[in-house]
């Protein structure tokens, strides 16, 4: 690996920021971090957990960043993305970590100047809570941190965000936008959704006799409201695709239940595929 960096800036300090800023602190990724948010809460206690070393509620404390991170919801990646990159100094990387890419990197792409090196990022990682006091820099330990560089990206941005992803544990995945929004629905946003309509399905007596399996479910569809609908509005048409091919499986299921294939060939075939071991 290469030097730590210098200055590493990010803006929005909730659960994703603040677990990113502790975990390159932590690893010595870079040796000083900086952090941006309009709640003043937020800002105390990212400083207090330690995972920025400095908070301010301007973008003015990013103009020695060599890397940006911008970690806000959807729907405003793009405008404090661009208010960013007003400030940050001439080669600086940019990279948004917004579960969903292709409209944003699209847009970005087209809207940034060229003084910028901006580069769409994922880290495949969270929990059903949300901010700065949730935070774990074990969060994103071993999970994967999808990149998704275009035809106009610099190869130095896919480089710097590759070799930041490993040193805080992170697994770099390159993906097209496109690609990452499919796939990305199937095992992110599909997930959350059937989450939600298991614990809708579910009666008031049967909740009452939950077991962990059920618990699990329950706390993913506690996730943040509002962030799940823009990312659902974002990424409609391959959450649509995902949910078609989840109704699919469930006929499936009914058709084996009501006998008209084999309930245990589909059942052991799904537990080899979901990696589970015979005996």
């Not at 911008?70 to 400030?87: C, G, H, K, N, R």
């Not at 901006?118 to 941190?145: N, V």
């Not at 506690?222 to 799940?228: G, I, N, Q």
Request: charged share 25%.
């Amino acid at each position: 690996m290469s030097e730590p960096l210098g200055t590493v800036g990010i803006v929005g300090t909730g659960l994703i920021g603040a677990s990113l800023g502790l975990a390159v602190r932590r690893r010595g990724a870079a040796r000083r971090v900086v952090g941006v948010d309009i709640d003043p809460q937020a800002r105390e206690t990212a400083r207090g957990i330690g995972a920025v070393d400095e908070a301010s509620d301007g973008l003015d404390v990013l103009r020695t960043a060599e890397v940006v991170v911008v970690a806000v919801p959807p729907e405003a990646v793009t405008e404090v993305a661009l208010q960013a990159a007003a400030v940050v100094p001439p080669g600086a990387v940019l990279c948004d970590v917004a579960s969903v890419k292709a409209a944003i990197v699209r847009d970005l792409d087209r809207r940034l100047p060229a003084r910028v090196r901006y580069i769409g990022g994922h880290p495949m990682a969270g929990s059903e809570g949300q901010g700065p006091h949730r935070a774990d820099a074990g969060l994103l330990a071993g999970r994967p941190f999808v990149l998704t560089p275009t035809e106009r990206t610099d190869p130095a941005a896919v480089a710097v965000m590759t070799d930041l992803a490993e040193r805080v544990g992170m697994q770099p995945v390159l993906l097209s936008p496109e690609d990452h929004d499919v796939l990305v629905a199937q095992v992110s946003h599909l997930p959350y959704l059937a989450a939600a309509a298991l614990v809708a399905a579910a009666g008031d007596r049967a909740v009452d006799v939950a077991g962990p399996t059920f618990e699990a479910f329950r706390r993913v569809a506690s996730s943040p409201v509002e962030l799940w609908v823009q990312i659902c509005r974002a990424n409609r048409e391959a959450i649509a695709d995902a949910l078609a091919r989840f109704r699919r499986e469930l006929d499936r299921l009914d058709r084996a239940l009501a006998g008209e294939e084999s309930l245990e060939t589909l059942l052991r075939r799904v537990r080899a595929r979901a990696g589970g071991a015979e005996g």
